[in-house]
């Protein structure tokens, strides 16, 4: 099997468990809301080293956010849907955090570097929030990261000729000061469970 399709399979089986993991971590409870928090395999790592460029054209690595909570989910700015989405969710979460939310680093790692280079990175993420960071890199930056968050993504080109999409997995990882992972959400999250998760497992840290 060529390198490339083993890539594609291996991608696309993580998707394919992170997403049964949704489903049947949020399902409606009887008499209930639904679950936040994503439980996954014991002994399943996510996360890892890392080396990008941020909005403001710095570079940056998993080192330079030591020591803090983060927020990091995978997208990128010509996202029709899903990415403004989940990016105003995180705001909200924020918001409503308050005074907690300042521990929190949120980060917005692009899967399209070729057109989100970190002006427009800039631009698209302080839309939602002046906290969210944009972070951009060389393809094969955002391809090492991406491996070490597990993170599925591939260029989806029509054949009308118009602009190409990215076809991506959307999670949201909070990550704790020691770079791992605290708890994972899946796309669904209302801001008000993403906020009540958070605080608690911040609280439980304190």
């Given at each position: ?32 809301g639904s679950g936040a ?51 105003q969710t995180i705001a ?105 998760a958070i605080g608690q ?6």
């Amino acid at each position: 099997m060529k390198a490339p399709l083993r890539l594609i399979l291996s991608g696309v089986l993580v998707v394919l468990v992170l997403a049964s993991a949704v489903l049947w971590l949020t399902r409606p409870e009887p008499g209930g809301g639904s679950g936040a928090a994503i439980a996954l395999p014991a002994g399943t790592k996510i996360g890892g080293a890392f080396s990008l460029i941020d909005d403001q054209n710095r570079p940056v690595t998993n080192e330079t956010y030591r020591g803090h909570w983060l927020l990091v989910y995978f997208g990128y700015t010509f996202c029709p849907d899903v990415c403004p989405t989940t990016l105003q969710t995180i705001a909200d979460a924020l918001d409503k955090l308050g005074k907690t939310g300042a521990q929190i680093t949120p980060l917005f790692i692009t899967v399209d570097p070729a057109r989100d280079t970190p002006s427009v990175m800039a631009r698209y993420v302080h839309q939602f929030d002046s906290r969210i960071i944009g972070l951009t890199g060389t393809d094969a930056q955002i391809a090492e990261v991406a491996k070490a968050y597990r993170v599925y993504y591939a260029k989806e080109t029509p054949k009308d000729g118009t602009a190409y999409t990215m076809d991506h997995s959307s999670f949201i990882y909070l990550m704790d000061p020691e770079g791992r992972l605290a708890a994972l959400f899946g796309p669904q999250t209302a801001a008000k469970e993403l906020a009540a998760a958070i605080g608690q497992k911040l609280g439980q840290d304190k």
